[in-house]
């Protein structure tokens, strides 16, 4: 079964710091590029932070400094570590995997739940 499950979502007062994490199960980890996407209501999902196929990294100008995206491979796990919050990072975070056009029977692209970050005092 393939899956992606996040979780470190909550409650957080402006400046804080939080961390997501995401688990993949059921994939091929290592063939799949991970990101973050946020979305809010009436607005269309935006991507927040990802890694690239060649392993650099690419932010949302709004995050740039404050958000950093990592992955353990040996873990099956990407994370995303939040400092400086600010009430307008309020929004339900997805993980994503996707693997482009390399050949597997699994998903091309797959979504986790969401979990919700509330940044407010």
């Known amino acids: 079964q393939v899956q992606l499950v996040e979780s470190g979502g909550g409650l957080v007062q402006p400046g804080g710091s939080l961390r997501l994490s995401c688990a993949a199960s059921?994939?091929?980890?290592?063939?799949?590029?991970m990101g973050w996407y946020r979305q809010t209501p009436g607005k269309q999902r935006e991507l927040v932070a990802r890694f690239t196929s060649s392993g650099s990294t690419n932010y949302a100008d709004s995050v740039k400094g404050r958000f950093t995206i990592s992955r353990d491979n040996a873990k099956n796990m990407v994370y995303l570590q939040m400092n400086s919050l600010k009430p307008e990072d309020t929004a339900v975070y997805y993980c994503?995997?996707?693997?482009?056009?390399?050949?597997?029977?699994?998903?091309?692209?797959?979504w986790g739940q969401g979990t919700q970050v509330t940044v407010s005092s």
């Open positions: 994503n995997a996707d693997r482009g056009t390399i050949m597997a029977v699994t998903p091309r692209t797959v």
């Open positions: 059921g994939i091929i980890f290592s063939i799949y590029v």
